[in-house]
């Protein structure tokens, strides 16, 4: 299974609702994930650009993009970033497979 990292930030709206009353997100998100044959490896909230972050587990970037979408189509957030994590063997299978890309730069 591929792994996922997600920044996101809420929308003022979502903040005021759970200062009015909190809630621990993270048994929702692994709700999230396991709809979907997944597993959510962590849940943490942040300072700076991204309110939080998680690591997520997925069977293929369909099923991730999946729950992304049903995220974002929530309204809860002011913004989703999804990033595909690379193994070090996939990183190393992909520099030995660089070989055979024969890349021209523009106007080379």
């Known amino acids: 299974m591929a792994m ?31 709809s979907v044959g997944g597993k959510l490896h962590g ?20 099923s991730m993009a999946a729950v992304a979408l049903a995220i974002g189509a929530g309204g809860a957030l002011r913004s989703m970033e999804t990033t595909v994590l690379l193994s070090v063997e996939d990183t190393i299978e992909a520099l ?10 523009p106007a080379a």
């Open 43 to 62: 849940f943490w909230y942040a300072f700076g650009e991204h309110d939080g972050w998680n690591l997520w587990e997925a069977p293929d970037n369909v």
């Open 96 to 105: 030995k497979k660089a070989k055979s890309v024969r890349y021209r730069p």
């Open 4 to 34: 996922y990292l997600t920044r996101f930030s809420y929308t003022p709206e979502t903040w005021a609702r759970m200062i009015e009353k909190p809630e621990d997100r993270r048994e929702a998100a692994r709700t999230y994930i396991e």
